[in-house]
């Protein structure tokens, strides 16, 4: 039996990933700050991840096979982790984003943004939840970076793209399409609008569970195979509501809808899939993922 400690992970892909553990005999510790329990079996410890004495005092004398860290934002917090698990863990996985990389060439590989290179600022206002929110991305790369200058352990940073599909999306964003396709209204893109690489929530729950099975160290990039456009995301959210229309306007300036993207989000899944996992097709599971977001009754 692995001993799995999981940092946050009480919505969306992370509670799956905790049942898909608990589901293969893992004893599960979940860490938050109380405000959820975790799912059945797993056992609860309160703390907050940014007090570093809270995180040691909840945490005792545990230790663990690995760590699955789902809410690390920022460097800060980053190096909190480093030092509280530095000997209780001997592996580390950091949920990270495809946000991590710039405006590169479409598909982008792990190699683009190298965590060794990035310059850490732990001054910046990471508490500032605004300054967070816009610079997510930025705090992303940097822990990243923090875990790649002197990780204590072995470290893994899953750089997820964009996540579709379950009943409980709190995001809103296909929502966002369906508003408006069923009103007519104009759906606001840029001028050169890019696709973007996608997962579906189930299949980032398989491929994390896969992770903390394997070996491999460093960043890697998990994505469905197949970009999607804009128009791809609107043709199947038209075909769940076939009253709607699906009309697409470009804006100079100006908020775009979510998915809708000025640069690329594109990102090459091949180290993932010579290491062994299979990833699904996008297009394949597009309208199970709208079909499960919005509902049969939409």
Not at 40 to 58: P, T, Y
Not at 225 to 252: N, R
């Amino acid at each position: 039996m692995r001993e799995i400690c999981v940092i946050g992970g009480n919505r969306y892909f992370g509670k799956r990933l905790i049942s898909r553990l608990t589901a293969a005999g893992d004893q599960v510790t979940v860490i938050n700050r109380g405000s959820s329990a975790p799912p059945a079996g797993a056992i609860h410890l309160i703390a907050d991840r940014n007090d570093e004495n809270s995180l040691e005092k909840a945490l005792g004398s545990r230790t663990f096979d690995v760590v699955v860290d789902q809410v690390c934002y920022t460097p800060r917090q980053a190096e909190i982790a480093r030092r509280v698990f530095a000997g209780r863990t001997r592996r580390y996985v950091m949920t990270s984003t495809v946000e991590v990389y710039e405006d590169t060439a479409d598909p982008v590989g792990e190699d683009a943004v190298d965590p060794r290179t990035v310059a850490v600022d732990p001054g910046l206002p990471w508490d500032d939840a605004d300054f967070l929110d816009t610079h997510y991305g930025e705090g992303k790369r940097q822990a990243e970076a923090v875990f790649a200058a002197d990780p204590g352990f072995p470290y893994v940073a899953v750089r997820v793209a964009h996540v579709l599909g379950g009943d409980d999306d709190f995001t809103g964003r296909l929502e966002h399409y369906a508003d408006r396709i069923r009103t007519g209204r104009t759906i606001a893109v840029p001028p050169v609008n890019h696709p973007a690489t996608y997962i579906h929530v189930e299949e980032i729950a398989d491929f994390l569970f896969w992770t903390v099975g394997e070996d491999f160290t460093g960043p890697v990039n998990a994505a469905s195979h197949g970009p999607l456009t804009t128009q791809e995301l609107c043709e199947a959210i038209t075909a769940h509501l076939p009253d709607g229309k699906a009309v697409l306007g470009a804006v100079q300036v100006g908020e775009v809808s979510p998915f809708s993207f000025s640069r690329s989000y594109g990102m090459d899944n091949s180290r993932a899939t010579r290491l062994g996992f299979p990833f699904g097709d996008a297009r394949a599971w597009l309208p199970r993922a709208v079909a499960e977001t919005l509902g049969k009754g939409n």
